[in-house]
């Protein structure tokens, strides 16, 4: 078990309370807020506004690269094993489309799939603070802090009308 | 609540509620279920043992006869590939056009797409003459450097197929990881163990939902065009020979609106028992099977236009052996399974057309029925009776299915009812968050947004 | 197939190559189970080259027609029997039935070595001592109580036969089951000639056959096939009119350009009636033929009118035609159409040949053909058997007890003998009854000559060690005669090989031989002594001309229907009946596999109210046979017809109780000489009983789709192309593209072989091609017997057939015409091989390049890449491609049959797909032969088995790109079609259209 990150955790049944918590937060200055929801919320994410995520780089370049393997892999094959069918051009163009096609997609999903992998564990969440019903029906909120600051973000805190607030950390 | 109360897309609970009644379908099965899974097993079972007699006999058991060298396997192959689109079709195309019905079902549409898929896939290995050997269809590298035929449509099929089965798992996982944690954290002992290791240290914390929600919204454009190209592949499989009946350009539009058709036609055979099993009838409502059964009629529709542009164009293009192959399909030595397919896809699906249909549970599922059993025929009347009357008329034959092809067929529907139902009983069948995401959270100052 | 991980080290590999010829088998992983009990040369023999073929020349005793045979040996076993180029019967061709000699050979149901009879009078295995000592001992306590039966045709055997014989003061009974006695009787009645003629096609513009199915059974069928193709066939001026005169369209009938079906019976009247009428309009009849005016003048068109029942228009049609066209050729006495009044039929027909004068022309007397004594002699035998005057009896090379209907009393006459002895290969029915085996060895094991005509002494030599402990019966006379002693103390000769030899040596000093071991050794290589007949005097009318009766031949029995059992092109009399080959061979006309049917007439199935496969009873005073009923449009109403040759009681495996027998129906009756095969009158009944016929056919009717053309001569001489032909005649021809969209299609081919050149494919290979003329090709199935014993194609059997799973690489395609459209219905014939397309449908659809197309055109099936899936069978649009369902080589030859496989050919495994491949190995064979000799390939050293087994020379085989070879002629031939040309596959292979006399096709 990773070390508890020191700092308060708050958790709200009412989205409005919630947003108006880390709006002042973010006021004072706290800039590494966590907070747990069950469904993705547009409120929240305004409160927060944070930067679109990079995921779609990943889909980008998977999707490419996709596209560039079909087409590769069924003309260098063909070439490499020269055998006339049909009549046909040894390296025929239409038929290999279709190659490019779906490792377009292969590529494309699995590079996302990793995209979103990546990206949620570049911010580690380890020791800090989480709470069962933050995946039920309660709105989570985690303030790191040192000890020292810990007194003044509670009482903010409890002016914005939580469920509870507590402190965590040695 | 009293925004959601004219709301039907939005079930009128709490957060709290929506998790307990999810929740509640993992807890200790009934007799009911048992006895399903343990008819599917045994389903599954007579299909391995056919399996195992065809590897021991060979392929002869089966009723082929030449010039039908395909018949029930592919006919079975190309009917679950076509059942899986529906799933990606709602969760996929619909979420990308926003709309708000397919929120309840997608989860169990998804997931039967992912085995129907996986279902399909056993069949290019069951059909082929030297089963051992079917990995000869990849492009591996082996010690003479013999590659794959690239310009086989088999090929084409191989890869389409894989693809979708990875991406329509890949979908269906992303999508689970959010409702596993939520089920974990309502669990105790071993369970929360598992769904703890299985949710992959989810905890729904903003850093994580920002770029969940965006791959997400790519995942389901990048499968949008898939779910479209999966089955026009495999209706080139036919489009691509020369052969009268199977030589049509308008075999991927046609082929994909009837996977689509046949799919939810599955799609509503499965969730109209399924909810009442689960007790979720207040999460999918009359409203989500009438939304599906329109679906249904636009593609049912879909599919009548194609049957009537398939004899109209034999007759048009004067081409007498296009004639023959249609003159045939309709009155030849197997006109029944002809009738067969027009009656349950084309005459059928036009029920839906009246809304006390659409909206009765029991007709629909009547009709879903017919819908499976049509989109069956289907395929085995494209295949079968345009392979037994082709070009030269010395070489026509009939073929007549033997146990070996029912056998198969069987097991397919046991493999696939056996995930199903696993499924079903461990992983929720709805979607939890995104259910919640359609109810908004109280608001202490009240009032809605 | 050996298992997967089976490990292949070296020696197991050098085994393999050894017996496969190639390495093709070791790397297939298939029929190296077939590998036991491997022998190495120890001490290499000089005339064997591993890998390389040996061939011997022999003569064929599948028949009385005595054709020459080249027998292709590889490491010491036959594995093909080919028609010899020089022998003047069958020139270089071979029928089915001569093809099939081979299963004959090595028939896992030969009688393994001599068996007696035991205490409990069960047949055991006893040694050669013994049996001769038994045989003596008989021979000595009968006296001239001795009997003998032998179908063994003229030559040296049967010299010292009736010698033997004749020593013992025995009866001697040459039998063969097809004799065509009537023939005979009225060559003696008319030109006072005890012999059959011999027919000379070449000539005849103008071929009338009377019920001679010539090219099944009649006669000499190769012999005459050519003769016929060559006549009938369109030579670029012109063809002779063929017409078929008989109850039933045989396989002789459907290549008739005119069918006609007087009264059974009524034939001669007919043919007395063309002979009034050649009297009467022709000028240069022969003058002594005035004798015959009184008697003929009775058959003016009213009688024959009367007599036939058919329109006096048509007849009168046939007179004319007859009388205006000469030379002509005029045939009758086929088994088919015996009935009591065969022989005055026959005679009329001698009578009608020598008033067109055709006799020494296209009718040559002076062969002295004879085939033996005929069932009159067997019956007399059979009358003193009975009476007890025979002790012992020898059965050679024939099968009474099969093909003496039952309802006579020949085998409880046969019972009546003390000892019976069958020299019989295979345990038949005769056999099967006797006391003493005495297997004789088989043709291809023995020394022997045949004697089929003056001028042709064909010799017969050992190619290989006997399959099994038979022994000659040439040395077992000559033992026995030791043993004997006494009257027999003459026979001197030490073997039969040594009282061969000396006959040989005869001949050769009769022919001023100098050193007459060359001369043996010349005869050996070329297959024996082949002269001009010695010049014949030429016949006249005898003085027993004039006895010659039209009138109608009596009929047992008061059924509704004429009963016709008529000659199977396959089982011959019967003795085809175990052979796989020509069970699997689909009957010419039917189509029908593995079984006995009975043929009706659509009408009166209707009448009957049954359907094909539906089983009816035939009952006749003799007694009844049930068989499935096949709908048959080319039979007269108030006949129905049946193949003989099946319903063995004994007789191996695969003829044992398969089919009936159609003689259990017809009484054994004498007909003045002769059995009459046509000559009861049956009733019909439904048994209800139903099972479906397995034949190889899908739909009887091509439905106008123009797979076989044909053009009517006058278009043919203006040199007109099938196209062109429909125009003329008014008719749309039946090309679907347009001249843009043709244009179109040319342009994208043009390209499309730019893009191709690559590597191997720069089109510097010969592009094999092969021209198949309908005008000569008959349908007889010849080719595709070869092709199943060059090929090693198993057979698959009657359960398979039924589910259209036979393996058939090359098949003869038979539709009908007419006959419900107020046309007459006819029948044309197509043979169905890969057509080893240039743009073939089958190889771009092959996920693992199985199928692919080789730089020399052909398109290649690689059976070890081959993972089944079928879709180039499906994408096939000649269903040529065939799947191995399942591992049907491993059932199909049971031993000894498997040693007839060719070593240069894989023998397929389970769940691959096989087809045509334009005999490929015998291609790289002369491409080798070549390569080895420094030199470039010459037109016909590539041969495929069809091309060299085709008795009338239809197909011709070589490289299109070589302007010299006599394909590239025969393709560019005005007749020249492509079968679905519509789909633009290009194939390889042309057909060209057949020709049909007239100026309606």
Redesign the interface.
């Known amino acids: 078990m990773a070390k508890t990150v020191s700092g308060v955790l708050a958790s709200f049944k009412y989205e409005d309370s919630a947003v108006d918590a880390i709006k002042g937060l973010k006021a004072k200055g706290f800039k590494d807020l966590t907070v747990y929801s069950a469904a993705p919320n547009h409120h929240i994410d305004e409160a927060l506004d944070q930067p679109v995520s990079w995921v779609r780089a990943f889909t980008l370049i998977g999707a490419m690269t996709g596209c560039a393997a079909g087409f590769g892999m069924s003309i260098w094959m063909a070439a490499d ?10 390296v025929a163009i239409p038929p290999f489309v279709v190659l490019g096609f779906e490792l377009t997609i292969l590529y494309g999903a699995l590079s996302t799939v990793a995209g979103i992998l990546i990206l949620s564990a570049m911010k580690s969440l380890k020791g800090r603070a989480y709470k069962p019903e933050f995946s039920d029906d309660t709105i989570g909120l985690f303030v790191p802090c040192s000890p020292e600051q810990r007194g003044a973000v509670r009482t903010f805190l409890e002016g914005t009308g939580p469920e509870e607030v507590t402190e965590h950390g040695a | 609540m009293t925004a959601t109360t004219h709301d039907p897309s939005r079930p009128a609970m709490t957060h709290a509620e929506v998790t307990r009644d999810i929740v509640n379908t993992l807890r200790t099965p009934s007799r009911g279920y048992y006895m399903a899974l343990f008819a599917a097993i045994g389903m599954f079972l007579i299909g391995a043992a056919t399996f195992v007699a065809l590897l021991k ?4 058991l089966a ?5 039908v ?2 018949s029930v396997y592919i006919t079975t192959f190309v009917f679950w590939v076509g059942i899986g689109h529906a799933g990606t079709l709602i969760s996929a195309i619909l979420f990308l056009f926003r709309s708000p019905w397919r929120t309840a079902v997608y989860r169990s549409t998804e997931a039967m797409t992912v085995f129907a898929v996986m279902t399909a896939g056993l069949f ?1 290995i069951i ?8 990995y ?2 990849l492009p591996y590298p082996n010690q003479r450097w ?4 690239f ?5 084409w099929d ?1 890869f389409a197929i894989s693809t979708y089965l990875t991406v329509s798992t890949t979908f269906l996982v992303v999508g689970l990881v959010p409702d596993i944690a939520a089920v974990r954290d309502k669990m105790t002992g071993w369970r929360k163990k598992l769904y703890g290791a299985l949710s992959i240290g989810w905890t729904g914390a903003d850093s994580q939902w920002r770029h969940y929600s965006r791959g997400y919204l790519y995942l389901a454009a990048l499968a949008t065009p898939l779910v479209l190209s999966v089955h026009s592949v495999v209706s080139w ?1 036919f489009a ?4 009268p009946g199977w030589h049509g350009t308008i075999f991927a539009p046609y082929f994909v609106a009837g996977a689509i058709y046949s799919g939810i036609g599955m799609v509503l055979t499965l969730v109209i028992p399924l909810r009442r099993v689960l007790k979720i009838e207040h999460m999918i409502t009359e409203y989500h099977f009438d939304n599906l059964a329109k679906l249904t009629l636009l593609t049912g529709t879909i599919l009548f236009y194609a049957y009537g542009m398939e004899y109209f164009v034999a007759w048009y293009s ?4 296009e004639q ?1 192959t249609f003159w045939r399909r309709a009155f030849g030595p197997q006109w029944w399974s002809g009738w067969t397919m027009i009656i349950c896809n084309a005459f059928v699906s036009q029920l839906l057309w009246f809304r006390k249909i659409r909206r009765n549970l029991t007709s629909l599922f009547v009709i879903s029925i017919f819908i499976n059993i049509g989109m069956w025929f289907e395929r085995y009347v494209i295949i079968t009776s345009s ?1 037994s ?9 009939q073929m007549n299915p033997t146990w070996a092809d029912w056998g198969i067929l069987v097991g397919s529907f046991g493999w696939f009812g056996m995930y199903f139902l696993l499924f079903a009983r461990t992983f929720p069948v709805v979607a939890i968050q995104e259910i919640k995401e359609m109810i908004p959270m109280p608001r202490r100052k009240g009032g809605a947004h | 197939m050996s298992a ?1 991980n089976e490990s292949l080290d070296r020696r197991r590999f050098l085994k393999v190559v050894g017996i496969t010829g190639a390495g093709t088998a070791a790397l297939s992983g298939c029929s190296t189970d077939q590998v036991e009990k491997l022998i190495p040369y120890l001490v290499q023999s000089q005339d064997q080259v591993p890998s390389l073929p040996t061939i011997y020349a022999s003569t064929c005793t599948e028949c009385a027609a005595g054709c020459g045979l080249h027998v292709k040996t590889r490491e010491a076993r036959a594995i093909k029997l080919e028609g010899n180029p020089d022998h003047p019967v069958n020139a270089g061709t071979l029928c089915s039935r001569g093809q099939a000699a081979l299963q004959g050979l090595y028939n896992p149901d030969r009688v393994a070595g001599p068996r007696g009879r035991n205490a409990a009078g069960k047949l055991t295995e006893i040694l050669w001592n013994e049996a001769i000592d038994q045989l003596a001992a008989a021979v000595k306590a009968a006296g001239n109580r001795v009997a003998v039966i032998s179908g063994a045709g003229a030559g040296t055997f049967d010299d010292l036969l009736s010698q033997w014989v004749a020593a013992v003061g025995g009866k001697l009974v040459r039998y063969q089951a097809f004799g065509h006695e009537p023939v005979r009787l009225a060559s003696r009645k008319v030109f006072g000639a005890d012999e059959l003629p011999i027919h000379d096609f070449s000539q005849a513009k103008y071929i009338l056959s009377f019920g001679a199915d010539f090219l099944e059974t009649w006669l000499a069928p190769v012999e005459n096939q050519r003769g016929f193709a060559n006549a009938h066939g369109f030579d670029g001026s012109g063809m002779a009119k063929f017409v078929y005169v008989g109850p039933r369209m045989s396989l002789t009938g459907i290549n008739a350009d005119q069918w006609v079906a007087p009264n059974p019976g009524s034939e001669a009247s007919l043919a007395l009636g063309l002979a009034n009428a050649v009297l009467n309009t022709r000028t240069d009849v022969p003058a002594d033929a005035a004798v015959l005016k009184p008697m003929l003048a009775e058959y003016g068109l009213d009688r024959v009118a009367a007599d036939t029942g058919l329109a006096p228009v048509q007849i009168r049609q046939l007179f004319d035609e007859f009388a205006s066209v000469g030379p002509s050729l005029v045939m009758a006495g086929g088994v088919g159409l015996q009935h009591r009044g065969a022989a005055d039929l026959c005679a009329a027909v001698n009578i009608l040949n020598y008033v067109a004068g055709n006799v020494g022309r296209s009718v040559k007397f002076g062969g002295g053909v004879t085939t033996g004594d005929g069932y009159g002699a067997l019956l007399d035998l059979e009358r003193s058997m009975a009476a007890g005057e025979i002790d012992v009896l020898i059965v050679h090379e024939a099968n009474p007890l099969y093909s003496v209907p039952k309802q006579g009393g020949f085998r409880s006459a046969f019972e009546k003998v003390k000892l019976t002895v069958s020299t019989s290969l295979f345990f038949d029915d005769t056999a099967a009854a006797s006391d003493l085996l005495m297997p004789n060895l088989h043709s291809l094991e023995r020394w022997d000559d045949a004697r089929p005509r003056a001028g042709v002494r064909g010799l017969l030599q050992p190619v290989m060690e006997p399959v099994f402990k038979g022994a000659a019966t040439g040395d077992v006379l000559l033992q026995v005669a030791k043993k004997v002693g006494g009257a027999l103390a003459g026979f001197s000769a030490p073997t039969y090989e040594a009282h061969l030899k000396s006959v040989w040596a005869d001949l050769g000093r009769a022919r001023g031989a100098t050193d007459l071991e060359a001369f043996w050794r010349g005869a050996l290589a070329k297959g024996g002594i082949f002269e001009p007949a010695p010049a014949a005097p030429p016949v006249r009318l005898a003085a027993t001309a004039g006895e010659v009766s039209g009138a109608k031949p009596a009929l047992d029995g008061d059924g509704e229907f004429i009963f016709s059992p008529y000659p199977s092109s396959m089982y011959h009399d019967g003795r085809g009946a175990n052979r796989p080959w020509l069970l699997e061979n689909p009957d010419p006309v039917t189509k029908i596999t593995w079984q006995s049917w009975v043929e009706l007439h659509p009408e009166t199935a209707r009448e009957l109210d049954v359907r094909e496969g539906e089983f009816v009873r035939l009952t006749s005073p003799a007694g009844s046979v049930e068989a499935a009923v096949y709908v048959y449009p080319g039979i007269r109403r108030d006949v129905v017809a049946m193949p003989l040759g099946l319903g063995h009681l004994e007789n191996g495996r695969f003829a044992k109780g398969r089919g009936v027998n159609a003689l259990d129906a017809i009484g054994a009756a004498d007909g003045q000489g002769f059995l009459p095969y046509l000559s009861t009158r049956v009733k019909l009944e439904k048994t209800g009983h139903y099972r479906k016929v397995a034949k190889t ?9 123009g ?1 076989t053309e044909a053009m009517p001569l006058a278009a043919a001489v203006k040199g007109l192309t099938v196209k062109q032909a429909y125009e003329a005649a008014g008719h749309p021809s039946h090309e ?1 593209n347009t001249e843009l969209e043709v244009e179109a299609i040319e342009g994208f ?1 043009e390209s ?2 730019e ?2 050149k ?4 720069a089109l510097t290979e010969p592009q094999w091609g092969m021209a198949i003329d309908l005008g000569r090709c008959t349908g007889c199935s010849a080719c595709v017997t070869a092709c199943y014993a060059e090929n090693n194609i198993p057979y698959v059997g009657e359960e ?1 057939v039924l ?3 036979e393996l058939s690489w090359m ?1 003869i ?3 009908f015409e007419g006959g419900d459209d107020g046309r007459p219905i006819s029948a044309r014939v197509i043979p ?1 091989l890969c057509q080893h397309c ?12 199985a ?3 080789t ?1 020399d055109g052909l398109n290649g099936q690689v059976y070890n ?7 180039c ?3 096939c ?3 040529v491609r ?6 049907y080589a491993k059932k199909a030859f049971p031993e000894p049959l498997n040693l007839q496989l060719n070593p240069d050919v894989t023998v397929r ?5 096989e087809k045509c491949t334009f005999c490929v190995q015998r291609i790289r064979g002369a491409q080798h032969q070549a390569r080895l000799e420094d030199r470039g390939l010459r037109d016909g050293d590539v041969i495929t088995a069809c091309a060299q087994a085709c008795p009338s020379g239809a197909i011709t085989f070589g490289d299109m790109t070589n302007p010299d070879h006599r394909v590239v002629k025969a393709a560019k031939n005005h007749r020249g079609y492509h ?2 040309e519509e ?1 633009n ?2 194939p390889a292979v042309t057909y060209l259209a057949k020709v049909v006399p007239g100026s309606e096709a």
């Open positions: 094993w020269p055998l006339l069918v049909g009549g046909k051009p040894i | 006999e060979g392929l002869g009723g082929y006869n030449p010039p060298f395909w290019p059909h082929i003459g030297r089963q051992w050997i079917f000869w269809l013999l590659w794959p035929n310009k086989s449509p088999l090929i191989v499989d691509m020979s020369v052969i004067g081409n007498t052996f023959e392979l009357n082709d070009f030269l008329p010395f070489a026509w034959g | 997967p056919e899908g739909n009887p009717r091509e439905l106008g789709r797979i679907i081919r499309q072989l893009k191709r690559l590597g191997a494919y398979e589910r259209g799973r098949r395609e038979r539709y169905m240039d743009n073939a449908p089958c190889e771009p659809v092959c996920p693992v390049y199928a692919y197309h730089p890449r081959c993972v089944g899936t079928r879709y069978a499906n994408n649009p000649y269903k065939y799947f191995n369902w399942y591992a495994a389970r769940g691959i797909m079968v679905l789909v596959v290009r």
